[in-house]
């Protein structure tokens, strides 16, 4: 496969790049943090997403060198949006969500070197959100669960990436150190009209009443209009994500979101 041979190169002469969605809480608006989201820019086929080649990082190892170079990236990123909006803005420091693929999870050094490179750049502990889909910890054992307590006991919050589309058992929720659920975009699909579908509102709310009762924040991902983004505001949902606030993009356009909104 073309893709495959030239993936690691592709590290090597810089051809990636991340783009950044804005993370918006529900309650007053506000900006609080970002997705980081990797693409590439291929010297034949343009810019090509994630699901394009993230499967063949994945299975060739580079996973782990590109996983690396994108927490650096998000980081050093987050450093400069704080050094430019003071560490608290009004609605709070600004955060960096990174995702973390499964072989990330099982190599050795994400710890160590999580910590160098938030040590590195100066940026707190606090202010990164690792996601893992749900999908990536169903029945998982300790020792794939000690690295990520590690981080969390050190102030990363985990997020629990995709929530809802897995099967995962419900009371397991409890022996994950996760703080965050993202609740599936299917699940702000059926929020599309109004008022909603009863079915989906009946779902979500328990999702969120549960949540809550486990200490987890809710966040939700493409909302793509105003009437979704209330109804998941009016059952309780923390922060939101998608098209209606922003489309991911360049680190600067955080610049101006920030600004208007904090
Ligand atoms: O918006 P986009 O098409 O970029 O996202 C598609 C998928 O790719 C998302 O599910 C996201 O979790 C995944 N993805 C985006 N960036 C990264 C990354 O840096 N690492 C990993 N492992 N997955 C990513
Ligand atoms: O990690 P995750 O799979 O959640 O990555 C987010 C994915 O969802 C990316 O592919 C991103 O481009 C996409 N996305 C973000 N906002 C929206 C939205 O409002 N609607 C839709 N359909 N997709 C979105
Ligand atoms: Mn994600
Ligand atoms: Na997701």
Redesign the pocket.
Known sequence: HGLTTALPTALERGEFF??Y?PLVHLGDGSVRGAE????WLHPQHGVL???RF?PLA?HTGL?VP??RW?LEESIRQARAWRERHGEETAAGPLRIN????PC?LTHPGLVQDTVDILERAGVAPEALCL?V?ESALIGADDDLLKPLRRLAEMGVDIAL??FGTGYSNLANLRRLPVSILKLDRSFTQGMQQFPADPVDLKIVEGIVTLAHSLDLAVTVEGVETGAQAEQLRILGCDTAQGWYYAR?GPPERLHDLALVDA
């Open positions: 991340i783009e969605q980081a989201l990797v693409r997403g994630p699901d993230i994945e996973i590109l996983g994108v990174v995702n973390l693929s990330q996601e889909t990436d995709d991911p």
